[in-house]
């Protein structure tokens, strides 16, 4: 009988959370931060990971039609099983660009606790040249990571929600590629208006598997 009252102590009310991955990637890369949230008393059904784009072509992918739909379903679907009404929403790479696009096309800003962006370009990628004069690819073009892409333009000044934070290296491998990390004088992964932004010696994967607790202390 003690243990069934702990049990349930443990699962408290908690915002859901909504995990997005980046490109070509999957639902499992956020392993680490599944498990740590799990461990902080997050029942499995509060945590959704959306699984988009292909998985082998990355400069397929953009912010536009098939890659929406699992993100916008996921979001939909957390909002309606949150026992808060609330959600908290965590994005790394081109996951963080996609999950913010979404919350800006539901219009659901006002119900996302904490929005947190790890490793995004929302300023774009160097890599990809600046719009129109852009890398051709599908990741590169007009619904893509290009500079001053007319997907990024759009998105700027969004409301994320009531919190919103960035997390950033300047050695991150795809962010920083050309060895110069910034776009207009502000590094690409930082996202306007926000609340703070940490930066950390970790590559761009590492950004996203080593740093669950610094997530977890951002959206608790």
């Given amino acids: 009988m003690l243990v069934a009252v702990c049990s349930s102590a443990v699962f408290a009310c908690k915002d859901a959370v909504v995990l997005v991955h980046g490109n070509t990637a999957s639902p499992d890369s956020w392993d680490e931060t599944y498990n740590y949230l799990r461990s902080k008393g997050y029942a499995a059904n509060d945590i959704l990971r959306p699984n988009w784009g292909s998985k082998t072509c990355a400069a397929c992918n953009n912010h536009r039609g098939a890659e929406e739909t699992p993100v916008r379903n996921a979001i939909q679907s957390a ?12 994005g790394h790479s081109m996951g963080a660009t996609l999950a913010a696009q979404q919350i800006d096309k539901l219009a659901v800003s006002n119900r996302v606790d904490a929005f947190v962006g790890i490793a995004g370009a929302f300023r774009g990628l160097r890599t990809c040249g600046t719009y129109p ?3 051709w690819s599908s990741t590169c073009g007009r619904y893509g990571l290009s500079i001053q892409s007319p997907f990024l333009d759009g998105l700027s ?4 929600g009531d919190r919103v934070y960035s997390i ?3 050695i991150d491998q795809i962010v920083c590629a050309t060895g110069v990390c910034s776009v207009g004088g502000v590094h690409s992964s930082r996202i306007w208006n926000e609340n703070a932004s940490y930066t950390y010696v970790l590559g761009h994967f590492g950004l996203q ?3 669950a607790v610094k997530q977890y202390q951002l959206i608790k």
């Fill in 209 to 211: 598997t080593d740093t």
């Fill in 157 to 160: 000044g969004a409301p994320l």
């Fill in 168 to 170: 950033k290296s300047n």
């Fill in 133 to 135: 004069f852009n890398v």
């Fill in 79 to 90: 909002l309606s099983r949150s026992c808060t009404g609330r959600i908290d929403v965590i």
